[in-house]
């Protein structure tokens, strides 16, 4: 064998070694505090996989579904729970490929989420319920209300996705992007760098709080936690977000759902007026206000003042 070739080969097999290891210490490291135990909830089994949920309070029911992000969890609603329990059975749910639900390894679409969203009140509630849906999860809520009109009662959406967002189609970049994450070794290791410690700050500072002083290092453990929980196989729903698989058309969905819905949004979110006027313009009879410091996730930042819409508009 050829010098160059015995050099490239171990030059090769450290490299390969050096990933594994890095792999390893993400999956040990970023889950060691035990942040999001499954000890204070349950597992609804579901035909793709077992999805986490909770239930608390007592009172008419409401579903509270989580952004769809790989570091999101129902941990994004826990300081409203509270609030809300007092005159609702609150359920909130770990979407699959998030927190302490199975990740397992497939093309996430929005019709998964619907069907999963669908079954869970069908099976698991088993009545017609209130919910509430963070940002993108709000296409899975609509959609899943215009296939079964009989799922839910009131509404509300905070800080929904854009329509014209949802729109986007795949293209080679993103398709390449997808081809990556999937890879068995590779794609582990370039999700670890991607979801590492100081992406989850950097999403926290520019995207979900508007003011970085509330920002505790425990939140985002959490989020650096639930990203890498499994192994990190929430690359599976990061690659399907990636190749625009969950992405859908709601125009129709939000033209003729008839039920009451009501948008809250934050001022400190970016072209927060714009989307809202989509919405409304495609369904007038949407209700909105607007919530000022607060970011993309208000239920965590500013918890106070969403808590008093919600019980104002639940109560109506």
Request: glycine share 6%; hydrophobic share 35%; charged share 20%.
């Given at each position: 064998?050829?010098?160059?070739?015995?050099?490239?080969?171990?030059?090769?097999?450290?490299?390969?070694?050096?990933?594994?290891?890095?792999?390893?210490?993400?999956?040990?490291?970023?889950?060691?505090?035990?942040?999001l135990?499954?000890?204070?909830?349950?597992?609804?089994?579901?035909?793709y996989?077992?999805?986490?949920?909770?239930?608390?309070?007592?009172?008419?029911?409401?579903?509270?579904?989580?952004?769809?992000?790989?570091?999101?969890?129902?941990?994004?609603?826990?300081?409203?729970?509270?609030?809300?329990?007092?005159?609702?059975?609150?359920?909130?749910?770990?979407?699959l490929?998030?927190?302490?639900?199975?990740?397992?390894?497939?093309?996430?679409?929005?019709?998964?989420?619907?069907?999963?969203?669908?079954?869970?009140?069908?099976?698991?509630?088993?009545?017609?319920?209130?919910i509430?849906?963070?940002?993108?999860?709000?296409?899975?809520?609509?959609?899943?209300?215009?296939?079964?009109?009989?799922?839910?009662?009131?509404?509300?959406?905070?800080?929904?996705?854009?329509?014209?967002?949802?729109?986007?189609?795949?293209?080679?970049?993103?398709?390449?992007?997808?081809?990556?994450?999937?890879?068995?070794?590779?794609?582990?290791?370039?999700?670890?760098?991607?979801y590492?410690?100081?992406?989850?700050?950097?999403?926290?500072?520019?995207?979900?709080?508007?003011?970085?002083?509330?920002?505790?290092?425990?939140?985002?453990?959490?989020?650096?936690?639930?990203?890498?929980?499994?192994?990190?196989?929430?690359?599976?729903?990061?690659?399907?977000?990636?190749?625009?698989?969950?992405?859908?058309?709601?125009?129709?969905?939000?033209?003729?759902?008839?039920?009451?819905?009501?948008?809250?949004g934050?001022?400190?979110?970016?072209n927060?007026?714009?989307?809202?006027?989509?919405?409304?313009?495609?369904?007038?009879?949407?209700?909105?206000?607007?919530?000022?410091?607060?970011?993309?996730?208000?239920?965590?930042?500013?918890?106070?003042?969403?808590?008093?819409?919600?019980?104002?508009?639940?109560?109506?």
């Amino acid at each position: 064998m050829k010098k160059g070739t015995k050099c490239f080969l171990f030059l090769a097999g450290a490299a390969v070694t050096g990933i594994y290891a890095y792999n390893k210490f993400v999956d040990s490291a970023s889950t060691r505090k035990n942040l999001l135990s499954a000890n204070n909830g349950s597992f609804y089994e579901w035909r793709y996989g077992n999805i986490f949920y909770t239930k608390q309070g007592s009172g008419k029911p409401i579903l509270l579904i989580h952004d769809a992000n790989p570091s999101s969890s129902s941990f994004e609603w826990m300081k409203l729970i509270k609030k809300l329990e007092k005159d609702h059975t609150v359920y909130t749910i770990d979407l699959l490929g998030c927190g302490r639900s199975e990740k397992p390894n497939f093309h996430y679409t929005s019709y998964i989420y619907v069907q999963m969203i669908s079954s869970f009140v069908r099976e698991v509630i088993k009545e017609k319920t209130d919910i509430a849906a963070s940002n993108m999860s709000s296409s899975f809520v609509l959609m899943a209300d215009y296939m079964d009109k009989q799922l839910f009662d009131k509404i509300i959406l905070v800080n929904p996705i854009a329509i014209k967002d949802l729109q986007v189609v795949e293209d080679r970049k993103s398709k390449l992007k997808q081809t990556i994450l999937n890879l068995p070794l590779i794609g582990t290791f370039v999700y670890n760098i991607l979801y590492n410690p100081i992406h989850i700050d950097r999403g926290f500072r520019e995207f979900y709080f508007s003011k970085p002083q509330l920002i505790s290092s425990k939140i985002e453990d959490i989020y650096y936690e639930a990203s890498h929980l499994g192994n990190s196989r929430g690359r599976f729903l990061l690659s399907s977000l990636m190749g625009s698989y969950m992405n859908t058309n709601i125009v129709q969905a939000v033209k003729n759902l008839d039920h009451p819905v009501y948008l809250i949004g934050s001022r400190g979110r970016k072209n927060n007026s714009a989307i809202f006027d989509e919405y409304q313009n495609l369904n007038p009879n949407f209700e909105s206000t607007m919530l000022t410091n607060g970011s993309l996730y208000p239920q965590l930042e500013i918890p106070e003042k969403i808590s008093a819409v919600f019980t104002n508009y639940l109560q109506k």
